[in-house]
Nanobody
Framework: QVHLVESGGGLAQAGGSLTLSCVAS????????MAWFRQHPGDERDLVAI???????HYVEAVRGRFTISRDNTWNTVYLQMNSLKPEDTAVYYC???????WGQGTQVTVSS
């Protein structure tokens, strides 16, 4: 079992920044991926960015150049630095861990125009 705890959501103005954090604990694999997804009201949960142990990262087009995903040196914590925020970034953001496909509880990000 892997437990994920997210923090860092909140309210920001358009053009502002927020940083999300997610700490994984429990049965952590040496090889894993940690990712951020987001879910707009009424929509499915969509990938935002992913970090694979070893250093590879991937971003969806909507956030590329504005968001940065990073890991700490234990590879158990993932961050999402969100810059140049837009109102359409408003969503609940979820941390995801694989293997096993575990989810955090979600953290609300609201961007006002």
């Amino acid at each position: 079992q892997v437990h994920l705890v997210e923090s860092g959501g909140g309210l920001a103005q358009a053009g502002g920044s927020l940083t999300l954090s997610c700490v994984a604990s429990g049965d952590i694999s040496e090889t894993n991926s940690m990712a951020w997804f987001r879910q707009h009201p009424g929509d499915e949960r969509d990938l935002v960015a992913i970090s694979i142990s070893g250093g590879a990262t991937h971003y969806v087009e909507a956030v590329r150049g504005r968001f940065t995903i990073s890991r700490d040196n234990t590879w158990n914590t993932v961050y999402l630095q969100m810059n140049s925020l837009k109102p359409e970034d408003t969503a609940v953001y979820y941390c995801n861990y694989k293997p096993g496909n575990y989810w955090g509880q979600g953290t609300q990000v609201t961007v006002s125009s």
